[in-house]
């Protein structure tokens, strides 16, 4: 019988992922509302819109059952991933902690990190803990809270470049690749090399993680990697060409919110095809990536320049000056760069029982100058991601559901 049962979710995780998408659904509904979607309607591909819609129907033992509606979905288009690519960072720095299998290492061991390659920097300090030091576990929050890219930094070193790819493919997806720190310029052989990295209990040194080299290649057949008529170079002088993305990140839609999926509904998925997560990891993403900023103590965030919706694209646009619905958590990772904004999320309310997954891509550069600051952010691309997310959800307030979602697990003391 048990292993009747694991067959049984094999197959059933196997048809979920090979299950094509609905493309009319969202097209229709995005028509229904010229108010609101008109301006991108007529510009999808300028835009670069994609989007992917999922629902939640839960059988008799909470399992969830997923069906997908998609919006000029490509994983061949391409778009920069931005701060997308954090999340699956911090899972396989979790996922490493574990399998080290080093005795007394934990989220909050202190996390010195060294530097012995051109462009590397030192980390011996972090004012944001309890206890003024880094961690695997503050660099987490501050990930989850604010999308810091210098916590992910720190992770990209702690975990190395060659096995976050291999993480990648382990867990199906294949078209991403993870091949650089953010915001410092990371490019060439510098990304290639990660830090040593020392780690503490007290005065007792536990581990030490040496410099990694990782000397492969990830090559990637997209589209798109050449956009826009100029840029600016490091030194602020315009270039006029197109700006290459050919050795940026890569992170498809569809891969994010198979991320995400395989994060939050981890029982849709046989034992083997899990993250080696344990409670209390899921406890602790959990409970950080739906934490609005101004409720954490440590790291500490504070108005005017965090607000409880600064991490929140979907559903709330970013706006500093959003109504808050104390029923409604969003469990999400957004990006944020060069034009684009992308949201990858799980939207909850726990009275109604409202669930569904949304992730969603949007880029305006209307003078096509990359590296300027001047994107159509608070004017085109944020809208877009608060008026989907509010429209599916009045949508999803109003389907029909056979079993209501017990959600106990997603809850969490702020």
Same mark, same amino acid.
Not at 240 to 254: G, H, S
């Given at each position: 019988?048990?292993?009747?049962?694991?067959?049984?979710?094999?197959?059933?995780?196997?048809?979920?992922?090979?299950?094509? =998408?609905?493309?009319?659904?969202? +097209? @229709?509904? !995005?028509? #229904?509302?010229?108010?609101?979607?008109?301006? &991108? %309607?007529?510009?999808?591909?300028?835009?670069?819109?994609?989007?992917?819609?999922?629902?939640?129907?839960?059988?008799?033992?909470?399992?969830?059952?997923?069906?997908?509606?998609?919006?000029?979905?490509?994983?061949?288009?391409?778009?920069?991933?931005?701060?997308?690519?954090?999340?699956?960072?911090?899972?396989?720095?979790?996922?490493?902690?574990?399998?080290?299998?080093?005795?007394?290492?934990?989220?909050?061991?202190?996390?010195?990190?060294?530097?012995?390659?051109?462009?590397?920097?030192?980390? =011996?300090?972090?004012?944001?803990? +309890? @206890?003024? !030091?880094? #961690?695997?576990?503050?660099?987490?929050?501050? &990930? %989850?809270?604010?999308?810091?890219?210098?916590?992910?930094?720190?992770?990209?070193?702690?975990?190395?470049?060659?096995?976050?790819?291999?993480?990648?493919?382990?867990?199906?997806?294949?078209?991403?690749?993870?091949?650089?720190?953010?915001?410092?310029?990371?490019?060439?052989?510098?990304?290639?090399?990660?830090?040593?990295?020392?780690?503490?209990?007290?005065?007792?040194?536990?581990?030490?993680?040496?410099?990694?080299?990782?000397?492969?290649?990830?090559?990637?057949?997209?589209?798109?990697?050449?956009?826009?008529?100029?840029?600016?170079?490091?030194?602020?002088?315009?270039?006029?060409?197109?700006?290459?993305?050919?050795?940026?990140?890569?992170?498809?839609?569809?891969?994010?919110?198979?991320?995400?999926?395989?994060?939050?509904?981890?029982?849709?998925?046989?034992?083997?095809?899990?993250?080696?997560?344990?409670?209390?990891?899921?406890?602790?993403?959990?409970?950080?990536?739906?934490?609005?900023?101004?409720?954490?103590?440590?790291?500490?965030?504070?108005?005017?320049?965090?607000?409880?919706?600064?991490?929140?694209?979907?559903?709330?646009?970013?706006?500093?000056?959003?109504?808050?619905?104390?029923?409604?958590?969003?469990?999400?990772?957004?990006?944020?760069?060069?034009?684009?904004?992308?949201?990858?999320?799980?939207?909850?309310?726990?009275?109604?029982?409202?669930?569904?997954?949304?992730?969603?891509?949007?880029?305006?550069?209307?003078?096509?100058?990359?590296?300027?600051?001047?994107?159509?952010?608070?004017?085109?691309?944020?809208?877009?991601?608060?008026?989907?997310?509010?429209?599916?959800?009045?949508?999803?307030?109003?389907?029909?559901?056979?079993?209501?979602?017990?959600?106990?697990?997603?809850?969490?003391?702020?």
């Amino acid at each position: 019988m048990k292993n009747f049962c694991i067959l049984l979710l094999s197959m059933l995780s196997l048809n979920t992922m090979a299950q094509q =998408t609905d493309t009319v659904f969202l +097209k @229709n509904l !995005l028509e #229904s509302h010229p108010e609101l979607f008109a301006g &991108i %309607l007529k510009h999808p591909v300028h835009n670069e819109v994609q989007i992917l819609y999922t629902q939640i129907d839960r059988d008799e033992h909470n399992i969830p059952h997923f069906t997908s509606y998609s919006y000029r979905l490509n994983p061949n288009r391409y778009f920069y991933p931005a701060s997308t690519v954090k999340l699956p960072t911090l899972i396989f720095a979790l996922e490493k902690m574990h399998e080290l299998n080093v005795k007394g290492l934990t989220r909050e061991s202190a996390m010195i990190t060294d530097s012995i390659y051109r462009g590397q920097t030192c980390v =011996t300090k972090d004012t944001s803990a +309890k @206890n003024g !030091l880094p #961690s695997i576990g503050n660099y987490g929050k501050k &990930i %989850l809270l604010v999308s810091d890219n210098d916590a992910y930094n720190r992770l990209y070193e702690f975990v190395g470049r060659e096995e976050i790819n291999k993480k990648l493919q382990k867990y199906g997806l294949k078209d991403t690749r993870i091949v650089g720190r953010l915001a410092i310029g990371d490019g060439d052989d510098r990304a290639r090399h990660t830090n040593p990295i020392r780690f503490y209990n007290g005065n007792k040194l536990i581990y030490t993680k040496p410099e990694q080299v990782d000397n492969n290649n990830y090559p990637v057949n997209v589209e798109n990697l050449l956009q826009g008529k100029g840029y600016l170079d490091r030194n602020d002088k315009l270039v006029m060409k197109p700006f290459d993305f050919t050795d940026k990140n890569v992170y498809p839609l569809a891969d994010q919110q198979a991320v995400l999926k395989r994060l939050m509904f981890p029982e849709a998925f046989p034992k083997e095809e899990r993250f080696n997560l344990t409670d209390d990891d899921y406890k602790f993403i959990y409970k950080y990536m739906s934490m609005y900023p101004t409720e954490s103590e440590h790291p500490t965030y504070h108005r005017p320049e965090y607000y409880p919706a600064y991490c929140k694209f979907l559903f709330y646009g970013s706006d500093s000056s959003a109504v808050i619905n104390p029923d409604i958590r969003i469990f999400n990772k957004i990006g944020d760069s060069y034009g684009y904004d992308i949201d990858n999320a799980y939207i909850v309310n726990f009275k109604t029982k409202t669930e569904f997954l949304l992730s969603a891509v949007v880029q305006s550069n209307e003078d096509g100058i990359y590296n300027d600051n001047k994107y159509e952010y608070t004017t085109v691309c944020l809208p877009f991601m608060k008026n989907i997310a509010q429209v599916l959800y009045q949508y999803e307030l109003n389907r029909s559901k056979k079993q209501l979602p017990k959600l106990s697990r997603y809850k969490a003391k702020y």
